[in-house]
């Protein structure tokens, strides 16, 4: 429907924001700090990509008609949903790579506690997902 409105032109242009927003996922998981958000990124690009290849091919005849709607175009509920939560997902990853590590101590040289828990009473801070740059914290049992 797009084609027959816009025209060429138009088309152009959705395939070159689709290869924007490519392109600057795989940026995004070039640039990680770590490796979970780097495999994070990278396939949400691989789903996103081949959502818009799967849908172009079914639009050209290669492929059978399977109802799969066009990426942010198509009217698709869940489908609308799922793509805004992952292009969310693309931008939480892209801005976790510059957020730096919280210090472990306060003012007065003591070790930060945000709270305690379990037997051991060691803070909320040593038990932080590796993730967000907190693993030097981690009890050594």
Request: glycine share 12%; hydrophobic share 50%; with cysteine.
């Amino acid at each position: 429907m797009l084609a027959e409105e816009q025209g060429f032109i138009g088309c152009l242009a959705l395939l070159l924001g689709f290869a924007v927003i490519f392109l600057r996922g795989t940026m995004i998981a070039v640039g990680s700090r770590h490796f979970g958000g780097m495999l994070a990124a990278s396939g949400i690009v691989v789903i996103l990509a081949s959502y818009v290849c799967f849908n172009l091919a079914i639009c050209m005849g290669l492929l059978p008609v399977t109802g799969l709607p066009l990426l942010f175009i198509s009217y698709g509920g869940s489908s609308l949903l799922t793509a805004m939560a992952a292009v969310g997902l693309l931008v939480n990853i892209r801005l976790r790579r510059n957020a730096t590590t919280p210090p472990n101590k306060d003012s007065a040289g003591s070790p930060k506690t945000y709270g305690t828990h379990g037997p051991c009473r060691t803070p909320i801070a040593a038990h932080a997902n590796p993730l967000f740059g907190l693993s030097e914290n981690l009890p050594r049992d």
